[in-house]
C-alpha cells in the first residue's frame, strides 16, 4: 500500500520561503514521477511542479517559476518543494503524489497522479 506524508507547511509573511517534504513509501520511488499540486476550497487542484524519476526533468506552473524549486532525495524516498519570494496567492493546501504508472512523463494533471496524501497547509500573509 502506497503511503504518502507531507509536511513543511506553516504560516510565514509574504516574501518570506518555506520548503515542503514529501515522503512516499509502498512503491519503488525511484521508478516515478512525482508532482506538487495546491488546492484552494471551491477550486480545482492546480499542478504547481513535477519532477522525473531521476531528476533529469522537472516543470513548473507560469505562476512559481523563479520563485519555486522541486527536487528529489531517491535514496531517501522524499521530495522537496522549495518556496522562496512567496506571495499570498500561494496560500493553499499543498498536496504530492507519484504518477500513476512508472516512468510517465511529467505533467501537471492531477489525473495522472494516484495515492494522494492529506496534504499540508501553507498560509502566506500579507
Known amino acids: 500500500q502506497v503511503q504518502v506524508v507531507e509536511s513543511g507547511g506553516g504560516v510565514v509573511q509574504q516574501g518570506g520561503s518555506l520548503r515542503l517534504s514529501c515522503t512516499v513509501s509502498?512503491?519503488?520511488?525511484?521508478?516515478?514521477?512525482m508532482g506538487w499540486f495546491r488546492q484552494v476550497p471551491g477550486h480545482e487542484r492546480e499542478g504547481v511542479s513535477c519532477?522525473?524519476?531521476?531528476?533529469?526533468?522537472?516543470y513548473y506552473a507560469d505562476s512559481v517559476k523563479g520563485r519555486f524549486t522541486v527536487s528529489r532525495d531517491n535514496a531517501k524516498n522524499t521530495l522537496y518543494l522549495q518556496m522562496n519570494s512567496l506571495k499570498p496567492d500561494d496560500t493553499a493546501t499543498y498536496y504530492c503524489a507519484p504518477s500513476s504508472r512508472a516512468y510517465a512523463v511529467c505533467s501537471a494533471s492531477f489525473s495522472e497522479y494516484t495515492s494522494w496524501g492529506q496534504g499540508t497547509q501553507v498560509t502566506v500573509a500579507s
Open positions: 509502498g512503491l519503488v520511488f525511484s521508478s516515478y514521477t
Open positions: 519532477i522525473s524519476p531521476r531528476g533529469a526533468t522537472t
